[in-house]
């Protein structure tokens, strides 16, 4: 994808701080991170979102994010850690190459995952779940 500022990290166009790299991903450090050590899991294929990327590259993409959140509890000595991934403008997507991020979370600091809570009934969770069953 000619304009996407994550193929050229991984083309090597724009620098990045990688910290992991194989054939199919490359993890980098946030350039303007939440949190110190804010990380950046990025498939090398171009996927936008969550919609487009390949189920079995997702498999293995959150199988090593397991490994990088562990490495991260161990050196960085977390606590807690947000996983966030967003999907679509509208979801606060900026760049629409499929990205996970790992966010340390450190006592008192400043990140903010947080939504508004909706105050539904039961018939209306029922709609809902009849509405999305699988
Ligand atoms: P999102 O808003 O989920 O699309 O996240 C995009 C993330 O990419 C943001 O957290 C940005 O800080 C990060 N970002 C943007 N440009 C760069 C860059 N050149 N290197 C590393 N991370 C970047
Ligand atoms: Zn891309």
Known sequence: MDNC???KIIGGEIPSATIYEDDEFKVILDRF??????VLILP??????IFEIDEEVAGR????????AKHM???LGLEAMNLVQNNGTMAGQTVHHFHLHLIPRYKDDEVSVKWEQLDLTDEQI????AK???
Do not use: M, T, W
């Open 5 to 7: 500022i994550f193929c």
């Open 33 to 38: 991170p939440s949190n110190i050590g804010h």
């Open 44 to 49: 090398k294929k171009h996927y936008a979102d």
């Open 61 to 68: 993409l959150f199988k090593l994010a397991v490994r990088v």
């Open 73 to 75: 509890k161990e050196v």
């Open 126 to 129: 029922a709609e809902v779940q």
């Open 132 to 134: 999305l069953k699988l």
